[in-house]
Every structure is written in structure tokens, then in C-alpha cells.
């Protein structure tokens, strides 16, 4: 059995400004993708070029803010939303969704597609790759402020968090890690590493990272405000994810009779 180290969410605090350590997991994120996607960006098969990224990581980290802030009081907190509605703003409470994010940075993303004249799927097929790297960097946040536990287990790695009480609980952020993170950018960056028909990239990362959320949500603790939806398992990330995996398989269907596009040899 393993004990959470229970570290401080503060890593620095100057004055009455408090640095987090998820809001600096976020920066990290951001930082990889903007230096992996400019070494992409020099590709010739690129559809943006380097000094591009900057727009493209601006419209992107706006979209998984405002998306996933959304995201978060629609799909988890409706009610607190209800009776609160400006409870929505109050960001530092903390609440973030990744299936709200994606939708938010479709939408932006699409918007500054929209604006080099290129479709929406060359640009999540040219940034798909480096995303896993910020939802890693994410779940490490989330073991740092020790939330998102796993359900009690006796497996020998079982850890106790304080906030989850006496007993030993699947570390489920650092299987999340695992598999979001550190599983999922190594596929895409490999199967992109080769031309691919347009859409099939993006199709990828949709099955994949449904897949991966589906399977950790069997051992990860259900919100407590929501509990499970149906036959005593299904939560709300599985039911999320599910028209990921199914609309990622339908576009990788479609992609297939595409053209391959670009070169990247």
C-alpha cells in the first residue's frame, strides 16, 4: 500500500498571488505544444507555417478554457450552475472538463482554419499529435492536488489520498497519465510519421483517447454529485466518450477513401 505524498497545490506564492502547480502542469503543456508543433511546422507537408503556431496555439488555448469551463458546470455541475449562474466565472474553484475543452477547441480551431482558408480537419490532423502531451501534463496536476482517485482497491499499488479516506484507492490520474498521456502521443506521433489521408490523424486520436477514458472510468471514482447514470457502472465520462469513439470511427472509415496528403518522409 502506497500514501499519497500529499504536496501542497501552491508551488509559490508571492504575496496574495498563488502559483499552482495545475495551472503551471497547464503551461507546461502548452509550452511542448507550441515547440513540437513548430518542428512540425518546417515539414514541408505542413499546412501552417512555424510562425503560425503562435496564432494557432492562442485560438487553442482559448478554446480549452472557455470550452472546458463550459464543459465542466454543464456535463458535472448543471445544478450548482442553476442556482449559481455566476458560479460559470469563478475559475479559480477550480472545474474543468476535458470533453468540453475538445469541443472548445474544435470551435476555435475551425475558426482560425477559417481564416487561412484550410479545412478543419488539416489542422487537427497537423496538431492531433500534440495534444496528449498537455492531458498528461494535466493528470499529473490532478495527482498533485490529490483529486480524481480511483475507487478502493487491494492491488498492491492501491494509494491512500486524504481526501478519499482510510482506504488504499487505484491511483486512476496516473493510469490516465499513462495512457492519455504518455501511450497516446506515442501512437499518434508514430502513425503520423507517415502520410496519412486527410482526417485519419484526428480520427485516431478520438477512438484512442475514448478507448483509454472508457476503460479508466471502470476504476476511477464517479463524481459524487453525479454518481452512475446506469446499471450501476456507466458514469458521465464514459457516456462522453462514447460519441468520441463512434464519430472517430466513422471519420477514420471516411478518411480512408481520401487522398493521401503531404509527404512526410
Known amino acids: 500500500m502506497l500514501t499519497h505524498p500529499n504536496i501542497d497545490p501552491v508551488a ?49 488555448a482559448m478554446g480549452v478554457i472557455v470550452g472546458g469551463r463550459l464543459g465542466s458546470m454543464l456535463f458535472y455541475n448543471f445544478d450548482t450552475l442553476l442556482a449559481d449562474p455566476w458560479s460559470l466565472f469563478r475559475v479559480w474553484e477550480g472545474g474543468m472538463s476535458f470533453h468540453g475543452g ?14 487561412l482558408g484550410r479545412s478543419l480537419l488539416e489542422i487537427t490532423d497537423f496538431g492531433a499529435p500534440m495534444v496528449p502531451i498537455g492531458l498528461g501534463a494535466g493528470r499529473i496536476g490532478n495527482f498533485i492536488n490529490g483529486e480524481l482517485w480511483g475507487k478502493p482497491t487491494d492491488l498492491p499499488w492501491g494509494m491512500v489520498f486524504q481526501s478519499g479516506g482510510p482506504l488504499p484507492r487505484h491511483p486512476s490520474q496516473l493510469y490516465e497519465f499513462l495512457l492519455e ?85
Open 12 to 60: 509559490l506564492s508571492l504575496g496574495p498571488v498563488k502559483i499552482h502547480w495545475y495551472g503551471i502542469m497547464y503551461l507546461l503543456g502548452f509550452a511542448a505544444f507550441w515547440y513540437l508543433a513548430r518542428l512540425r511546422a518546417r515539414k514541408p507537408w505542413s499546412p501552417l507555417r512555424p510562425e503560425q503556431v503562435d496564432d494557432l496555439l492562442f485560438y487553442g
Open 102 to 115: 475538445m469541443l472548445g477547441v474544435i470551435v476555435a480551431v475551425w475558426l482560425y482554419a477559417r481564416k
Open 181 to 265: 498521456g504518455v501511450v497516446l502521443f506515442v501512437v499518434l506521433w508514430l502513425y503520423s510519421a507517415r502520410p496519412r489521408p486527410t482526417g485519419a490523424v484526428s480520427a485516431l486520436f478520438l477512438v484512442c483517447y475514448g478507448l483509454f477514458r472508457f476503460v479508466v472510468e471502470f476504476v476511477r471514482e464517479p463524481d459524487a454529485n453525479i454518481g452512475y447514470l446506469a446499471w450501476g457502472w456507466l458514469t458521465m465520462g464514459q457516456l462522453l466518450s462514447l460519441p468520441m469513439i463512434l464519430a472517430g470511427a466513422g471519420l477514420y472509415l471516411w478518411a480512408q477513401r481520401q487522398p493521401l496528403r503531404g509527404d512526410n518522409s
